[in-house]
Nanobody
Framework: QVQLVESGGGLVQPGGSLRLSCAVS????????MGWYRQAPGKQRELVAT???????NYVDSVKGRFTVSRENAKNTVYLQMNSLKPEDTAVYYC??????????WGQGTQVTVSS
């Protein structure tokens, strides 16, 4: 069973920080590279960051140096620490397996709004 439950979004001023969490089914968490994705209004969903089971991470250029992805094995949870947030980071954020392995069933996502 696929469980992907995102949380931690909210309204934050430009320059602020948020930490997103994604609770993942244990089997999926153990096996798959995980990814954070986002979808802004009127735009396609885009990949933001990935993290392998070995803790290797990659980021889209627009968030490098500002976002950090991590995983906590004891809690089967993936995190996205977002610092220096910009209005263009406003989107619904989702987690799923990495590109090419994404499950059809997505979570509800968590809304991040960056605005003054």
């Amino acid at each position: 069973q696929v469980q992907l439950v995102e949380s931690g979004g909210g309204l934050v001023q430009p320059g602020g920080s948020l930490r997103l969490s994604c609770a993942v089914s244990p089997t999926i968490f153990r096996i798959y590279t995980m990814g954070w994705y986002r979808q802004a209004p009127g735009k396609q969903r885009e990949l933001v960051a990935t993290i392998t089971t070995g803790d290797s991470s990659n980021y889209v250029d627009s968030v490098k140096g500002r976002f950090t992805v991590s995983r906590e094995n004891a809690k089967n949870t993936v995190y996205l620490q977002m610092n220096s947030l910009k209005p263009e980071d406003t989107a619904v954020y989702y987690c799923n397996a990495g590109p090419g392995y994404m499950f059809e069933s997505w979570g509800q996502g968590t809304q991040v709004t960056v605005s003054s």
